[in-house]
């Protein structure tokens, strides 16, 4: 467990190198303590990133301060897994994209933001949707599904993220890809 103490080297390096949001202010912190759970992690920071280049300078700085880092969507698991005492970065205020939508293939590349009832909105006039039917669609975003393994209610019929998804770019916590 991190103990949470002002960390004004790791805001000041992060509001240098970024050009993403970078926030620190008890009520920013406050806001992403909670998810759709019962439980409460004052972060140490946040990050809304920008673009890809925001998330790899912040994971980097972010590991040599010494902080965890935890990617975050729209927050909202039930189970916790989108608060903890680290740097949340947060991709769904920009990387929310449709990068690439091939129809014929029924194959979408989109950027880890998108919220799940925008992508089936764009996917609606080709016949077409996204079979992970969770609950929370207007909120939930496609990068927060993937990292829990989300299903719905016709997960038994089309599978889980993991059986819809071809693959993911990721950064990985030492900065490999």
């Given at each position: 467990?991190?103990?949470?103490?002002?960390q004004p080297a790791l805001e000041r390096?992060?509001?240098?190198?970024?050009?993403?949001?970078?926030?620190?202010?008890?009520?920013?912190?406050?806001?992403?303590?909670?998810?759709?759970?019962?439980?409460?992690?004052?972060?140490?920071?946040?990050?809304?990133?920008?673009?890809?280049?925001?998330?790899?300078?912040?994971?980097?700085?972010?590991?040599?301060?010494?902080?965890?880092?935890?990617?975050?969507?729209?927050?909202?698991?039930?189970?916790?897994?989108?608060?903890?005492?680290?740097?949340?970065?947060?991709?769904?205020?920009?990387?929310?994209?449709?990068?690439?939508?091939?129809?014929?293939?029924?194959?979408?590349?989109?950027?880890?933001?998108?919220?799940?009832?925008?992508?089936?909105?764009?996917?609606?006039?080709?016949?077409?949707?996204?079979?992970v039917d969770v609950s929370t669609a207007?909120?939930?975003?496609?990068?927060?599904?993937?990292?829990?393994?989300?299903?719905?209610?016709r997960s038994i019929r089309y599978g889980?993220?993991?059986?819809?998804?071809?693959?993911?770019?990721?950064?990985?916590?030492?900065?490999?890809?």
């Amino acid at each position: 467990m991190v103990t949470l103490i002002a960390q004004p080297a790791l805001e000041r390096r992060l509001a240098a190198e970024i050009e993403g949001e970078v926030r620190f202010d008890s009520f920013s912190r406050g806001r992403y303590a909670t998810d759709a759970s019962i439980y409460q992690m004052m972060p140490a920071g946040v990050v809304v990133a920008r673009h890809e280049a925001d998330i790899a300078a912040a994971t980097a700085i972010a590991r040599e301060e010494g902080m965890p880092v935890l990617a975050r969507g729209g927050g909202t698991s039930q189970s916790g897994q989108t608060v903890n005492e680290a740097l949340i970065i947060d991709c769904s205020k920009w990387l929310n994209r449709i990068v690439e939508l091939d129809v014929e293939g029924r194959r979408a590349v989109v950027e880890p933001g998108i919220v799940l009832d925008e992508l089936n909105r764009a996917l609606k006039p080709h016949g077409l949707w996204f079979p992970v039917d969770v609950s929370t669609a207007s909120r939930a975003t496609i990068g927060g599904m993937a990292g829990n393994n989300s299903c719905g209610a016709r997960s038994i019929r089309y599978g889980m993220m993991r059986d819809n998804v071809l693959g993911i770019e990721a950064l990985l916590a030492d900065g490999t890809a």
